[in-house]
Antibody
Framework: QVQLQESGPGLVKPSETLSLTCTVS????????WSWIRQPPGKGLEWIGY???????NYNPSLKSRVTISVDTSRSQFSLKLSSVTAADTAVYYCARGYNQHWVHFDYWGQGTLVTVSS | QSALTQPPSASVSPGQSVTISCTGT?????????VSWYQHHPGKAPKLMLY???KRPSGVPDRFSGSKSGNTASLTVSGLQAEDEADYYC?????????FGTGTKVTVL
């Protein structure tokens, strides 16, 4: 059974960097794309970006200047860093796996973790 | 890239069918057959219901079907059941980006 679990601080101060980690169990990171997706309170989903197991990345153009996604295959983890956060970055953050070795649709998701940006 | 447009809500009686639209542009839905649909029960992980417009992952019942015409994709759920009550989101590939829909809350009366 493939499982993804997000972890990281639930509260981040404005202008600081949001850091989250997704731990994958029940499957190897190899040959898959791994994404971060977020959902602000009361709003829809927003794709943040993906990393391929080999390390190549692609980010949402609207967030590209502030986003870094990295992977640690030895720990079965991939991570998100979002810099210079504001209240608009308050959201439930999900990690997800690309389905069928593609990156445009997602078959396994984490439960999500709420990150609040506030002083 | 703007979000794809979905109706905010739909209410349907058990056993009936519901069709949810997902309207984009010629830059996303209209240009690619990479439209997906997700079912989301609040507090749980979203679930992939359809991908590439009308393909069902293993385990998804055939009550769920999809189609696309021009810039609008649609999800149809037939024989609605109580457990189908959830939020539904579409998504589309859009030139090295993914754009999601605004979401539709389906209520089973």
């Amino acid at each position: 059974q493939v499982q993804l679990q997000e972890s990281g601080p639930g509260l981040v101060k404005p202008s600081e960097t949001l850091s989250l980690t997704c731990t994958v169990s029940g499957a190897s990171l190899s040959y898959f794309y791994w994404s971060w997706i977020r959902q602000p309170p009361g709003k829809g989903l927003e794709w943040i970006g993906y990393i391929y197991y080999s390390g190549s990345t692609n980010y949402n153009p609207s967030l590209k200047s502030r986003v870094t996604i990295s992977v640690d295959t030895s720990r079965s983890q991939f991570s998100l860093k979002l810099s210079s956060v504001t209240a608009a970055d308050t959201a439930v953050y999900y990690c997800a796996r690309g389905y069928n070795q593609h990156w445009v649709h997602f078959d396994y998701w984490g439960q999500g973790t709420l990150v609040t940006v506030s002083s | 890239q703007s979000a794809l447009t979905q109706p905010p809500s739909a209410s349907v009686s058990p056993g009936q069918s519901v069709t949810i639209s997902c309207t984009g542009t010629s830059s996303d839905v209209g240009s690619y057959n990479y439209v997906s649909w997700y079912q989301h029960h609040p507090g749980k992980a979203p679930k992939l219901m359809l991908y590439e417009v009308n393909k069902r992952p293993s385990g998804v019942p055939d009550r769920f079907s999809g189609s696309k015409s021009g810039n609008t994709a649609s999800l149809t759920v037939s024989g609605l059941q109580a457990e189908d009550e959830a939020d539904y989101y579409c998504s589309s590939y859009a030139n090295s980006n993914i754009v999601f829909g605004t979401g539709t809350k389906v209520t089973v009366l």
